[in-house]
């Protein structure tokens, strides 16, 4: 199986990330990193997702099958895969570790 990239786009309406992440599991596509949030357009986020597929044949399903997710403007395959696991590797790496880490940050 081969690591492959992804940028999805999306209007901000609740369940979408949910819509998205379950269509990968109904194809037997493992999700290994997830980021998303807000983007600088107003009512849209993003979503960066590293995914392992078996061929690339898969990969162009899962592209197709997303577009047809409600509220999905843009679905595109990211060539540099090693670079996009880097930047979430060392966001990983920056991110609090507990629930109680994250509350005391916010108050």
């Not at 960066?48 to 409600?70: C, F, G, M, N, W």
């Given at each position: 199986?081969?690591?492959?990239?992804?940028?999805?786009?999306?209007?901000?309406?609740?369940?979408?990330?949910?819509?998205?992440?379950?269509?990968?599991?109904?194809?037997?596509?493992?999700?290994?990193?997830?980021?998303?949030?807000?983007?600088?357009?107003?009512?849209?986020?993003h979503m960066?997702?590293?995914?392992?597929?078996?061929?690339?044949?898969?990969?162009?399903?899962?592209?197709?099958?997303?577009?047809?997710?409600?509220h999905v403007?843009?679905?595109?395959?990211?060539?540099?895969?090693?670079?996009?696991?880097?930047?979430?590797?060392?966001?990983?790496?920056?991110?609090?570790?507990t629930v109680?880490?994250?509350?005391?940050?916010?108050?």
């Open positions: 199986m081969e690591r492959h990239a992804l940028s999805v786009t999306a209007e901000n309406h609740p369940g979408v990330l949910t819509q998205v992440c379950g269509l990968f599991a109904t194809r037997e596509a493992n999700i290994q990193y997830l980021a998303a949030g807000p983007t600088d357009q107003r009512g849209l986020s960066t997702i590293v995914v392992r597929a078996a061929a690339q044949l898969d990969v162009e399903d899962l592209v197709d099958h997303a577009h047809k997710v409600p403007t843009a679905v595109d395959v990211l060539e540099d895969v090693d670079t996009v696991v880097d930047e979430l590797q060392a966001m990983n790496e920056r991110a609090p570790r109680g880490s994250l509350t005391q940050r916010a108050f």
